[in-house]
């Protein structure tokens, strides 16, 4: 649940004269009443012209790495799990042949470890906590690792870059199919449970929505330990953007655990 009705400036869209007998294929919003806008009727070639290049700009998305190629090798070596050696190598053929195209100020692991470090106090940080589990009578015990959810939402609000696009108040959309308005379903906000839940707040609150997945097709490894990534993206942002992989896609919250059999049973003896 958020409160941030007072920080929202009211809707800027231009509306479109009410006539008795709407032009076919035109569109029809309504608002959540909490929200205080009035009903928005669209053509069928202005609808959606609002959402459809919402791309959140940042011409330095490398920072607080030195340069765009000094995150870009940091990224490659952290997703290989490279070794402090595999790194070295690697980073002085590049200094060797690198031909002035691009700042490459890294030198040794300890430059990359450095970046990261400095990045890392920006972001909400991991905790391990342990789940357990009883099976056949045993108490098992096993470490998960997760991300505060709120505090990842509190990351997102702090951005400035992303606040122009966050939707807070519930929508119902109608389209004109010549005799009469017929509603559909469009992003998150577009839904009746959307709209009772916004009812259901006190007048100053809008939804906070967190939209929740194990993506399996990833699989992450580090020596003997295998995890599956749980992924978080923010109902409130645009489909293009929460879906995206710059400011505002999803983000990784936590790690399901795999325990192979052999494991388990060793647990369980």
């Not at 053509?43 to 012209?49: E, H, L």
């Not at 990045?119 to 009883?134: C, D, G, I, K, W």
């Not at 929505?209 to 020596?223: C, E, N, Q, R």
Request: aromatic share 12%; charged share 20%; with cysteine.
């Amino acid at each position: 649940m958020a409160t941030l009705h007072e920080s929202i400036p009211p809707s800027n869209h231009a509306e479109l004269p009410v006539t008795a007998n709407a032009a076919p294929d035109s569109f029809k919003t309504e608002y959540h009443p909490k929200g205080g806008h009035m009903a928005l009727y669209k053509s069928f070639s202005t609808f959606g012209q609002q959402t459809s290049s919402k791309h959140v700009p940042d011409d330095e998305p490398w920072i607080p790495f030195l340069s765009r190629a000094d995150f870009e090798f940091a990224e490659i070596t952290h997703a290989a799990a490279m070794s402090k050696e595999q790194v070295d190598k690697p980073i002085h053929l590049v200094r060797r042949i690198s031909g002035g195209q691009s700042d490459f100020t890294l030198k040794s692991h300890a430059d990359i470890s450095k970046g990261w470090a400095h990045a890392a106090p920006q972001l909400t940080h991991f905790e391990r906590h342990s789940v357990p589990v009883t099976h056949k009578g045993q108490d098992l015990e096993f470490k998960v690792y997760i991300q505060l959810l709120w505090d990842w939402a509190l990351d997102l609000l702090q951005e400035p870059l992303l606040a122009p696009h966050f939707v807070w108040d519930a929508q119902q959309l109608y389209k004109h199919d010549g005799t009469d308005f017929e509603r559909f379903i469009h992003e998150p906000w577009t839904t009746d449970h959307w709209w009772n839940i916004q009812s259901a707040l006190p007048d100053n609150g809008v939804p906070f929505a967190f939209i929740l997945y194990a993506d399996k097709s990833h699989l992450s490894s580090s020596g003997k330990v295998k995890a599956y990534p749980v992924v978080a993206r923010c109902g409130n942002l645009p489909v293009e953007i929460r879906n995206g992989d710059g400011i505002g896609g999803g983000q990784v919250v936590g790690w399901l655990p795999i325990a192979r059999y052999h494991e388990f049973i060793g647990l369980v003896q």
